[in-house]
């Protein structure tokens, strides 16, 4: 928690007032008893006052500077304490529909839900909430500066070796394993939303589409999670699924970050299911009892199914993650989400505990320039969906009764 | 069922004491003298009856999971603890409290249906324009502070279901005396899991004679049976933890004895629900529906 310009985490929660006292001021616009209430009842005046004072308050400790960012439901701002301009914090602004006339999306209203509870080094803290004049909700989370691990991947400069992959899967596993142990699952881990901390630390940030599980027997989409990192169960449209979806995307991210590419990058839902045939294995009874019965599954021809990769296929493709490494990967990306490892599991592998030890946070690569936050900055800000680019991103409401 | 209840912000910041809870609606009270002498209204609880028949005519017209509607209806009380009542549109208020329950549910409704429904039950005081609903939205979610993550009492009686061998009869009933708990001040007093152990004493204790269906509720079923005493002495038996009566009940006293969890507090909510049933027999639709109806219109608060 180092990044945060907090001591500790103490999101006191004074949200407006201003809004419920628009709400009945327009209430009493149109009528006979004429003015606004507000105006008219000193006494209540007062009260909402004190509300409002605390949402002020809290609106007042922040500072807002440029715009990061926008997405499809909240425009990115950076800021600052007020009383402290070193203190950096990032501000999602939730764009409320003008005319109000769809009600809040589905995406912030997780957000805001989850991050409201979830509080653990490795996923992005949220420090306030409070409403603006324009009647925006705004959320103040945790500023991360040293952008993303897609970034890292992608940057032919950055060199990083085993160990540094050692200690961002580390801590990429202990913020999933502390969402399943909340029972809330993210349905959207991919290395661009594993932000970077100023002290290297990566931290699990976009819950717009983390939900709870499910209690048993009903349904959940299946349209979640960014293409390139859905496990296969999702591509064959299964609505009962487990904290291993997570566990796959987070397998996906293990590849890449020992490959530097993605490594099964479909160009289509079917494309992507053929892919991780060929990678892997083709999903069959035999290796995956039941799967024949999900609602989307394609049988293969037989004359192209490719049998189950074993430990050796690992072995060849990863090289660099070395016998044990490969072997935990190999554990992720089980076909058959039962016998997929569990992020708890995954921590207790033996990976972690042989060398090469995890690269301390402060040693860890970064990116060259982000010492000049301005040019990270407008890479963020120039990449206009960047942080909530989600093809995905689809509420079904009819199926998910 | 997410994250954790004993870190929870509905822990943290939801949950109050009798006395402070006593205390925030007095001062609303304080503050608002002339309304409250103008337009008085029924006991909170006759008013909770009210509104949760209203919400469950609502659900039932979209098929809605029973948590969504008590997520709406502990959003109720969330509302009208930071406001008085008398400033609102209770129907656009409970309409949209239900709108926010099904999403943070993950059982979304559409606006427009939502509004819609709404309109069709009390076409009076919704408007069609549907960014009134979205416009309470924001402010019930800012009056909340944001919190928007409700734990509840029924994860914790299916999940003891099985270590205290419940019959599926007692396992109904508890279900519905949970139910009726959110028509009392409980869910802001109490956590749930003692909520659930509540239900589940009542429903050991008191089960009566002819079981069968019970409904939403359990207030027919047990009113006359918490009434008449010889449940409660039993009750009173658990706190001094010797466990009397029946082996069946022993067993649970037992169990309880060694579960830690706060017997008095538990009693507590009993005679809560007790005297709950009593103000029940007092219920009467009509006058809720008409005070509500001339608050509503002669502040023009529908509007």
């Known amino acids: 928690m180092a990044a945060s310009p907090f001591t500790s985490r103490s999101p006191s929660m004074t949200v407006a007032s201003p809004n419920t006292l628009r709400l009945r001021a327009s209430a009493a616009q149109n009528g006979v008893v004429g003015a606004t209430q507000a105006s008219s009842t000193p006494t209540l005046n007062a009260g909402q006052e004190l509300t409002e004072q605390l949402n002020a308050d809290v609106r007042q400790r922040y500072v807002k500077d440029k715009k990061l960012g926008e997405g499809t439901y909240a425009v990115v701002y950076l800021g600052h304490l007020r009383e402290d301009p070193s203190s950096f914090v990032a501000i999602k ?77 580390g801590m990429l596993i202990r913020g999933v394993w502390f969402c399943h142990e909340n029972f809330v699952l993210h349905r959207d881990i991919k290395p661009n939303n594993l932000l970077i901390a100023s002290d290297g630390e990566v931290k699990l940030a976009d819950f717009g589409l983390a939900r709870s599980f499910a209690d048993p027997y009903l349904n959940m989409t299946h ?57 892997f294995g083709t999903p069959a009874e035999e290796n995956w009892p039941g799967v024949t019965q999900l609602p989307n599954y394609i049988p293969t021809d037989p004359a192209h199914a490719v049998p189950l990769q074993g430990r050796d296929f690992f072995l060849r493709q990863f090289p660099t993650a070395g016998p044990v490494g490969a072997d935990l990967l190999m554990s992720m990306c089980a076909l058959d989400p039962r016998k997929r490892t569990t992020a708890y599991q995954a921590l207790c592998h033996n990976w ?50 | 069922m997410a994250a954790n209840f004993w870190v929870s912000t509905q822990r943290r910041h939801w949950l ?78 409970l309409t949209t409290a239900f709108y926010l329950a099904c999403k943070m549910e993950e059982c979304p409704q559409h606006i427009r249906f939502v509004v819609g429904e709404a309109r069709g039950l009390w076409p009076e005081f919704i408007t069609p324009d549907v960014a009134k609903l979205g416009e ?152 809720c529906k008409e005070l509500i109806g001339r608050m509503v219109k002669s502040k023009n608060l529908d509007k």
Not at chain 2, 22 to 42: V, W
């Open chain 2, 16 to 93: 109050f004491s009798r006395e402070k809870l006593a205390d925030i609606r007095e001062r609303l009270r304080e503050r608002d003298k002339l309304t409250h002498s103008q337009f008085p209204l029924p006991d909170q609880r006759l008013l909770n009856i009210y509104f949760n028949q209203q919400l469950i005519k609502l659900g039932k017209r979209m098929s809605t999971r029973q948590q969504a509607i008590a997520t709406a209806q502990v959003y109720l009380k969330r509302f009208y603890i930071k406001n008085e009542i008398r400033q609102t549109n209770p129907y656009l208020v």
């Open chain 2, 136 to 287: 309470c939205e924001f402010a019930l979610i800012s009056e909340m502070s944001s919190q928007l993550i409700v734990h509840h009492p029924y994860r914790t009686l299916s999940e003891l279901q099985g270590e205290l061998a419940l019959s599926s009869d007692e396992v109904a009933l508890a279900w519905s005396v949970i139910n009726d708990h959110y028509l009392t001040d409980l869910p802001l007093l109490h956590p749930p899991h003692v909520i659930a152990i509540m239900a589940i004493i009542v429903a050991v204790v008191f089960k009566p004679a002819h079981p069968g269906n019970f409904g939403s509720s359990a207030q027919s079923a047990l009113a006359g049976a918490m009434r008449d005493g010889g449940g409660m002495n039993m009750l009173a038996a658990l706190s001094d933890k010797l466990g009397s009566g029946p082996p069946r009940i022993q067993k649970l006293v037992q169990w309880l004895a060694e579960s830690e969890v706060d017997i008095k507090a538990v009693i507590e909510c009993t005679q809560e629900l007790l005297s709950l049933y009593e103000v029940w027999e007092q219920y009467s639709e009509k006058p």
């Open chain 1, 93 to 169: 602004k939730i764009k409320v529909n003008a005319e109000y006339k769809d009600g809040l999306t589905m995406d912030a209203i997780r957000e805001v839900k989850y991050l409201q509870e979830l509080s653990h080094p490795n996923v992005i803290a949220l420090h306030d909430v409070f409403s603006s004049k324009d009647q925006n909700l705004n959320l103040v989370l945790e500023f991360l500066p040293r952008g993303d691990l897609e970034m890292l991947i992608k940057d032919g400069d950055i060199q990083y070796g085993a160990a540094d992959i050692k200690a961002w899967m």
């Open chain 1, 352 to 401: 972690w505990t042989m060398d090469p030890q995890p690269t301390r946070n402060e040693d860890l690569p970064r990116k060259m320039g982000t010492k000049k936050m301005g040019d990270d900055l407008s890479r963020r800000g120039g990449d206009d969906d960047g942080p909530f680019k989600n093809a995905a991103r689809q509420l079904d409401f009819g199926a998910m009764k």
């Open chain 1, 223 to 279: 349209q979640v999670i960014t293409r390139w990192y859905r496990p296969p169960e999702l591509l064959y449209g299964a609505r009962q699924y487990s904290g291993a979806v997570d566990v796959w995307s987070m397998g996906m991210v293990f590849a890449e970050l020992l490959l530097r590419v993605p490594f099964v990058a479909g160009n289509t839902d079917l494309d992507q299911i053929s892919k991780i045939s060929d990678a």
